[in-house]
Structure formats: structure tokens, C-alpha cells
Nanobody
């Protein structure tokens, strides 16, 4: 397992952009990685997940076309570029890592054994 630290959250207006970053304490080349989020009063949901080799990346329908995932294994970091933000994107965003991934990354939060502390994203209308 690795320790994960997110940054880049904040309060913005609808239509603005934010870029979240997550740095791991060790190498992530063999890890499936992703982002989840949890809005107040709602269950945690997947935003984007990617396989360990980057061959497969899956976005939630709610963010596809607006959010872009990227990964820099040399820096043990992943990123989430969020454009055209909406009030419904307001949530705590978590960076996740799966140390024992399959060929296809899981969209189930239980499949990830490392979680960051979360970073708050607030979008006002």
C-alpha cells in the first residue's frame, strides 16, 4: 500500500476549472489508480479509474467529457483536470490506489486499499 496526499481543491463558480493532484509515497507503476467523490448526504461514487498500465480508463457518465485523468508514474502522481464545473460536482474528492489490480480497474470503492484524506471541491451557481 501507499500513502496518498491530495491537493488542488477549492471554491469556484459554475463553469470554472480546477486541477486536483495526488502524490503517492511510493512507486505506483503497478497500481490501478483513480478518483472517487462523496457529496453531503450521498454515497461515495467513482469519478474515474484507470488500470495499472493505463490501457483502460473509465469515467462516470456525470463527468465524461468535462474531466480528464492523467498520470505521471515518474513522479508517483495522478491528476484530475476538471472543466466546466457544475454545482452538482460539489463533493470531497478522494485519490485511490489498488495494490492488487486486475486487468480491468474496478469501479467499486471496496476494491481500493489506499485512500487519500480527501480534498473539498465546492462549486457555486
Amino acid at each position: 500500500q501507499v500513502q496518498l496526499v491530495e491537493s488542488g481543491g477549492g471554491s469556484v463558480q459554475a463553469g470554472d476549472s480546477l486541477r486536483l493532484s495526488c502524490v503517492a509515497s511510493g512507486r505506483i507503476t503497478s497500481y490501478a489508480m483513480g478518483w472517487f467523490r462523496q457529496a453531503p448526504g450521498k454515497e461515495r461514487e467513482f469519478v474515474v479509474v484507470t488500470s495499472w498500465n493505463g490501457a483502460s480508463t473509465y469515467y462516470a457518465d456525470a463527468v465524461r467529457g468535462r474531466f480528464t485523468f492523467s498520470r505521471d508514474n515518474a513522479k508517483s502522481a495522478i491528476f484530475l483536470q476538471m472543466n466546466s464545473l457544475k454545482p452538482e460536482d460539489t463533493a470531497v474528492y478522494y485519490c485511490v490506489a489498488d495494490s492488487n489490480p486486475g486487468v480491468v480497474p474496478t469501479k467499486n470503492a471496496l476494491g481500493y486499499d489506499s485512500w487519500g484524506q480527501g480534498t473539498q471541491v465546492t462549486v457555486s451557481s
